[in-house]
């Protein structure tokens, strides 16, 4: 009997010790873990500042180290005022700058007149806008890694090219920074007025 | 049945006296090593282990028990490359519940250990974990970082088995249930894996071992011991 016991005893461990090494299950990043934020802005009406407004169809693309355009859309026209933006950053601690082109009635674009020339008369606004910011890595678990934060220039974090960039047509008026660190994807980081 | 497989050897050394039963009980130092670390360390390579173990008798039920070891570990995910290395030391006592045939040492134990370790964890190498890939620009940073001088203290519970396999020679079979009771974590960052402990998990300061012993049996006491037909005397 005795040795029975052994032998069955035996055979209980090894197979107890297969199933656990099987499951690891807090080896998969769960999607609820805050990793890497985008940054989020939101839009308010210059002339009423407590106030949301809405973009009518926006269109946002983000721009490459040469100012031309990535053929994938961030957003594509969609009456929104509130927008999450992927950042670009590749080392920790250095200055890194993104550029947004904001483009506000998009699908004026797309307008022909009678003669199926394009229509002059009615034209979608392109802002450009530069976020400007220094990423942080922070570690977050065995599953997910490292995150990277973001820390937004103090003076440039961000800043609209205008008439001095070539752009005489300007829809968004002013911004604030109200979160100077985009740490999660909680609340907004900034607010622009227009 | 079991007592005249196990004995063959000394058979030669038992002897009946009307009701009496006189044989030598051996018993001693058990010395040993882990086979699943060895084994672990051809087939794995991403794991190099060896591990000494020994017990000794305190008393027929009771013995003192330690393991001894240096352990190297690679974890690497997507995101994570890490290795950890060191050594470590762990002391306790067993607890046998299996009642030996006369001059048999075999073992079901419940143990108890407390578990140091001293140990490094290199960072190889991570990548930001960005659900987003709009930039298509993925920061790796390959810089290795060394987290030296970290330690650890752990308490087991320890569920085993030791059967002797050959004159002297015994095999053995544990679980063991660990708390985790201090550990140095390097700053912003954290102990993946501890030389003695194992892989720690999120959830918990617990973690979980096994071991798979071969051990030899150097026999220091032989003293004859007298059984009364089949009840025990100690």
Redesign the interface.
């Known amino acids: 009997m005795k040795k029975y016991f052994i032998l069955i005893s035996f055979v209980v461990i090894v197979i107890t010790s297969i199933t656990f090494l099987g499951c690891e299950r807090d080896d998969i990043c769960s999607e609820a873990t805050s990793t890497t934020p985008h940054l989020i802005i939101r839009f308010y009406d210059i002339d009423n500042p407590n106030n949301l407004k809405q973009v009518r169809q926006l269109e946002i693309v983000g721009l490459d180290e040469n100012d031309m355009p990535l053929s994938e859309d961030i957003l594509s026209r969609t009456e929104t005022d509130s927008i999450n933006l992927p950042l670009n950053f590749q080392d920790q601690d250095v200055i890194t700058t993104t550029r947004f082109q904001l483009e506000k009635n998009a699908d004026y674009s797309d307008d022909v007149d009678s003669d199926g020339e394009q229509d002059l008369t009615t034209s979608s606004n392109p802002d450009i806008i530069s976020i400007t910011y220094t990423p942080e890595f922070i570690y977050v678990s065995r599953a997910c890694g490292y995150k990277s934060i973001f820390n937004l220039d103090e003076t440039q974090g961000i800043q609209r090219d205008g008439s001095a960039q070539g752009d005489d047509d300007t829809w968004i008026t002013s911004f604030e920074i109200i979160n100077q660190t985009i740490e999660n994807e909680n609340a907004a980081q900034i607010i622009i007025y227009h | 049945?079991?007592f005249s497989i196990a004995s063959n050897a000394q058979i030669g050394d038992t002897e009946k006296q009307a009701d009496t039963l006189v044989y030598k009980q051996k018993y001693g130092l058990r010395l040993g090593g882990d086979i699943g670390k060895i084994a672990r360390s051809v087939i794995d390579k991403e794991y190099t282990g060896f591990e000494i173990i020994g017990d000794y008798r305190l008393s027929k039920k009771l013995y003192i028990a330690g393991e001894l070891g240096t352990e190297e570990r690679r974890?690497a995910?997507d995101?994570?490359d890490v290795t950890a290395k060191g050594s470590y030391f762990k002391a306790g006592i067993d607890y046998n519940t299996?009642t030996n045939w006369l001059d048999m040492q075999?073992m079901?134990y419940t143990g108890f250990r407390v578990g140091v370790s001293t140990f490094s964890q290199t960072q190889n190498q991570?990548?930001?974990?960005?659900?987003?890939q709009?930039?298509n620009?993925q920061?790796i940073?390959t810089d290795a970082i060394e987290y030296n001088g970290l330690s650890a203290i752990w308490a087991e519970l320890v569920i085993?088995?030791k059967?002797e396999l050959f004159t002297n020679l015994y095999a053995g079979?544990?679980?063991q249930i660990k708390a985790m009771v201090s550990q140095d974590q390097p700053v912003?960052?954290?102990n993946?894996y501890v030389p003695g402990f194992n892989?720690?998990?999120?959830?918990g300061r617990f973690g979980?071992g096994?071991g798979y012993s071969l051990s030899y049996l150097v026999p220091i006491f032989k003293k004859d011991k007298k059984v009364v037909l089949e009840k025990e005397t100690n």
């Open positions: 049945m079991l974890i995910t995101f994570l299996y075999n079901i991570f990548t930001i974990y960005n659900t987003d709009y930039w620009n920061s940073n085993g088995l059967a079979l544990n679980i912003d960052f954290e993946l892989r720690t998990y999120d959830s979980l096994f």
